[in-house]
């Protein structure tokens, strides 16, 4: 993967940045079709890694670090991006590599992964267009669509059995508390949770951030959930996600904000 530091032609990116902005569009419509596996945009390919791997800390409500999903604020600081998943990886950078020791998510930052990101600022750190959305006509196709996305994104916490680690990731496989109560599996998705929740009779308390995921992505992933692992086979659809993003979050506890009454929880 060393080609990519080769590749990375520092002085030719800045000369263009000048005029970079005028021309984003056109290098995303005209070059996106042949370059798709060569150059990655941030909707695509670099969101996603985010996502799995940064977003419980770099996260739209932590107050002290960047938010990662907000193309903006990655695009601003993608230098240092670099330089702390690559460089100080590499041990060619003073500061901490990036993600932090702490985080198991961190071991499932690939080399492919820091290498992607890597090419992606050398590139400019294009936006590029959302990928479109994956609407299944058939609920295998859903369970397909929404594997892939368990394998981007979930797979990272709660790992790609399902199973998650213990008192850190909560497991997917066979999970009494998704299982008892699909409202509350599909606002865990859409809102992220925290705080204290029992699965299996076993303790968590640590916290999954919510994801900027579409109705169509978060019905996919969880219907493959669903259909995974030793769960009860159910399907979710878009039109479920999409009513669920009014109402307020199911609570998974005693914590619960006062409020209307939660759908029926099993768990107290
Ligand atoms: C377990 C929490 C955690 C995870 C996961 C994590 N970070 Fe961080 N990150 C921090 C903290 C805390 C800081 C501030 C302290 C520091 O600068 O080292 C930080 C700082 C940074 C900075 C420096 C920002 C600046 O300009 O000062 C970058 C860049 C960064 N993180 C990138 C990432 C990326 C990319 C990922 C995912 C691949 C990631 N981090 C995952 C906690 C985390
Ligand atoms: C950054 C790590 C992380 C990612 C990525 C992540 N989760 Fe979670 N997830 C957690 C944590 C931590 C909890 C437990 C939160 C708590 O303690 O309140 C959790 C809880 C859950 C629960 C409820 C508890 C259970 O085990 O049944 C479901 C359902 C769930 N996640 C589904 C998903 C799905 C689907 C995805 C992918 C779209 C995903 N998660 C991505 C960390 C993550």
């Not at 902005?21 to 150059?39: D, H």
């Not at 979930?154 to 409202?183: E, I």
């Amino acid at each position: 993967m060393h080609i990519f530091q080769f590749l990375n032609q520092r002085g030719r990116v800045q000369l263009l940045w000048p005029w970079a902005t005028a021309v984003i569009g056109c290098l995303v419509f005209t070059e996106a079709p042949a370059q798709t596996n060569q150059t990655p945009t941030y909707l695509r390919d670099i969101q996603p890694i985010f996502m799995g791997n940064c977003s419980r800390c770099h996260n739209q409500q932590s107050r002290f670090v960047y938010d990662w999903l907000d193309y903006k604020t990655a695009y601003t600081d993608r230098w240092e991006i670099r330089r702390r998943i690559w460089d100080s990886w590499k041990g060619t950078y003073y500061k901490e590599a990036m993600p932090v020791a702490n985080s198991p998510e961190s071991l499932a930052l690939s080399e492919e992964e820091r290498a992607t990101i890597v090419k992606w600022v050398d590139n400019g750190g294009l936006r590029g267009v959302p990928p479109p959305p994956g609407v299944a006509k058939s609920k295998t196709e859903r369970i397909d669509m929404g594997k892939r996305l368990f394998t981007s994104v979930c797979a990272a916490c709660h790992q790609p059995t399902g199973r998650g680690l213990p008192n850190v990731f909560p497991p997917l496989a066979g999970s009494d508390f998704l299982n008892a109560d699909k409202n509350r599996a599909i606002q865990t998705v859409i809102f992220g949770r925290q705080g204290e929740v029992v699965v299996n009779g076993l303790k968590f308390n640590n916290s999954m951030p919510s994801f900027p995921l579409a109705d169509e992505d978060i019905a996919n992933v969880l219907t493959f959930v669903y259909n995974s692992f030793g769960n009860s086979g159910l399907e979710v659809t878009p039109a479920e996600v999409k009513a669920l993003r009014s109402q307020p979050p199911v609570s998974a506890g005693s914590s619960a904000p006062s409020g209307p009454p939660a759908a029926k929880s099993t768990f107290e």
